[in-house]
């Protein structure tokens, strides 16, 4: 059996990951406003709700919430996976925002192209399983 995690690692680890998601969602504002620059039409992805919602996760979830003892350690290691899986998710769905999943077609330019849909459709399938995951697991420690 492995000890648990000390909150000031997953601090550390939180910290890092808070890191890499304000650096991609930064790039996607950069990008929209190239664009709007060029008078072209500018909008968030789909894809970008999901680094958005991690990045909520990460910082209430992992920073606020523990420093005001609304959640557990287990809680907030459960919080950081999630905002993992998401952030994760998010880079998968945004190469299906930019349609790179199919070879040598041009891209739709649409808000939300049927790529992106089936990337968000996997994403929220593994983040079902791994909340279910949780709730077993949290349901089995219990008894």
């Given amino acids: 059996m492995s000890t648990p995690p000390d909150l000031k690692d997953l601090w550390t680890v939180g910290g890092v990951l808070?890191?890499?998601?304000?650096?991609?969602?930064s790039w996607r504002v950069a990008q929209e406003s190239r664009a709007a620059e060029q008078n072209k039409i500018v909008w968030l992805p789909p894809a970008d709700y999901l680094n958005l919602l991690a990045m909520v996760l990460t910082s209430i979830g992992c920073f606020v919430a523990p420093v005001v003892a609304v959640v557990s350690v287990e809680a907030l290691r459960a919080m950081l996976g999630l905002a993992a899986l998401l952030f994760l998710g998010h880079?998968?769905?945004?190469?299906g925002h930019y349609e790179l999943y199919s070879r040598g077609r041009n891209r739709s330019f649409v808000w939300w192209p049927p790529q992106e849909k089936v990337a968000i459709l996997l994403v929220a399938?593994?983040?079902?399983?791994?909340l279910g995951l949780?709730?077993?697991?949290?349901?089995t420690e219990s008894r």
């Fill in 18 to 25: 808070l890191g890499f998601q304000v650096t991609a969602f």
């Fill in 125 to 130: 399938l593994v983040v079902t399983a791994y």
């Fill in 134 to 139: 949780i709730l077993v697991r949290a349901s």
């Fill in 91 to 95: 880079a998968v769905a945004l190469a």
